[in-house]
Structure formats: structure tokens, C-alpha cells
Nanobody, 125 residues
């Protein structure tokens, strides 16, 4: 059964760092788009970062550029979201997501095939 399992969320103060991990089933990881979305209470789910596990091409949302990085460990079928200089506005449930490509359909959620269960990130001021 294909699945995505996230970990690494938590409660931190402004300026702190967290690293999220997403382990994917091997059948859906290779040469696909893997990434992270987040959803704050009362807001729509938005794309944060994506990486194509075949090409390594990375895309970051403008709101996190310079603070977040996404990386992959293909031997472990795992992608990471390193979040530095966290702000209260980063507070949200973070979801790992898989799609066939990292284009606009993925970023608009239409192209997401699988979602993880989510991991909560809370940043206090």
C-alpha cells in the first residue's frame, strides 16, 4: 500500500529551526515529485516546497525562500524540509505530497496523488 509518513513537527519559538521528514513507499518515490504543503486554520492548503526525485530540481514558495530548504535521500525514499528562522506565520499543519510532476497542477493540488497524514508545526512569538 502506497503511503507517505511524516515526522518532525513540534512547538518552537520564533527564530528556531525544525526538520520535517517524509518517508515514502518505494513504489511512489522514484522519479516523481515530492514536496510539502501547509494549511493554517481557516486558510487554504498552500504549496511550500517541491523536489523531483529524479532530476533533483527544487522549487520553493516565495514566502519561505532563504529560510527553508528541501532535500532528498533516495536510498531512504525520504525527503526533508529544513525550516530555519521560523516565524509565527509558519504555524500550520504540514503535509507531505506526491505527484507525477512538479508543475503547476501539483502546486495547485490537482496533480497530487498521495498525501501524508500531516505533522503540526507551531511557532510562538
Amino acid at each position: 500500500q502506497e503511503q507517505l509518513v511524516e515526522s518532525g513537527g513540534g512547538s518552537v519559538e520564533t527564530g528556531a529551526s525544525l526538520r520535517l521528514s517524509c518517508v515514502a513507499s518505494a513504489s511512489i518515490y522514484r522519479s516523481n515529485c515530492m514536496g510539502w504543503f501547509r494549511q493554517a486554520p481557516g486558510k487554504e492548503r498552500e504549496g511550500v516546497a517541491s523536489i523531483h526525485t529524479g532530476s533533483g530540481v527544487v522549487t520553493l514558495a516565495s514566502s519561505v525562500k532563504g529560510r527553508f530548504t528541501i532535500s532528498q535521500d533516495n536510498a531512504k525514499n525520504t525527503v526533508y524540509l529544513q525550516m530555519n528562522s521560523l516565524k509565527p506565520e509558519d504555524t500550520a499543519m504540514y503535509y507531505c505530497a506526491q505527484g507525477a510532476s512538479c508543475g503547476s497542477s501539483y502546486w495547485h493540488r490537482r496533480g497530487v496523488n498521495y498525501w501524508g497524514q500531516g505533522t503540526q508545526v507551531a511557532v510562538s512569538s
